[in-house]
């Protein structure tokens, strides 16, 4: 996936807070996407960083370093509906909006 | 619901056949974007047009097109089909290209080729 590196697997219980990292490869870079993906169904739109820092989005947040070509998702007070792929995607080149997606985070949330 | 309408949502097809897969843009979006996602893969980008022109091409097969059509909706043909082609193919759709523009995908087209 064009140097997107994320776990492939995390775990977590109900309640407890999990970050999913991702590391891209920082040259030609516009901004960096976060998407949930559950199994068949179209990978949806949760967050969008282009400066350094954290973005808060309620139970998200996703945070971006890129001097260090790196970006964190952070899920808190975990659900069994939080139980899915978080796909990390780079947005690149000179051709804006072409994204370069990781191969995907699989969460597992436990009752 | 995104808003991106893809059309079949599924489709069993033969070897060597050639299916068109359709999808119509959230209103308003003038961007269009295709995707394939396989199992040993993830998703990749084949193609992108914008207000009826190609934009930018990713590993799109030569035996795959796409086109946009003046009311922006678009179709990716896939000819000669083979084993490896069966995947989930995204349609994903933008206001323009300017980065950051929230890129919303369609459900998904399902192509098994037996």
Do not use: A
């Given at each position: 996936g064009q140097n997107i590196d994320q776990p492939t697997e995390m775990t977590a219980t109900e309640g407890a807070i999990v970050q999913i990292n991702c590391t891209y490869q920082t040259s030609g870079f516009n901004g960096l996407f976060w998407y949930q993906q559950h199994a068949g169904e179209a990978p949806t739109f949760l967050s969008y960083n282009v400066l350094d820092g954290l973005e808060e989005k309620g139970r998200f947040s996703s945070f971006l370093s890129r001097s260090k070509g790196y970006s964190y998702l952070l899920l808190k007070e975990?659900?069994?509906?939080?139980?899915a792929s978080y796909l990390c995607a780079s947005d690149r080149?000179?051709?804006?909006?072409r994204l370069y997606f990781g191969r995907g985070t699989q969460l597992t949330v436990w009752p | 619901d995104s808003g991106v309408t893809q059309t079949p949502k599924h489709l069993i097809t033969a070897t060597g056949q050639r299916v068109t897969l359709r999808c119509s843009p959230r209103s308003g979006d003038l961007s269009v974007y295709w995707y394939q996602q396989s199992l040993d893969q993830g998703l990749q980008f084949l193609i992108q047009y914008y207000n009826g022109e190609e934009r930018a091409k990713g590993n799109?097969?030569?035996?795959f097109s796409a086109q946009q059509f003046p009311d922006l909706h678009s179709e990716l043909n896939l000819s000669s089909?083979?084993?490896?082609?069966?995947a989930l193919y995204f349609c994903a759709s933008s206001?323009?290209?300017?980065?950051?523009?929230t890129i919303y995908f369609g459900e998904g087209s399902w192509l098994t080729v037996v």
């Open positions: 975990l659900q069994m509906k939080d139980s080149g000179s051709t804006l909006g | 799109i097969l030569e035996r089909l083979e084993l490896g082609d069966s206001v323009d290209l300017i980065s950051g523009n």
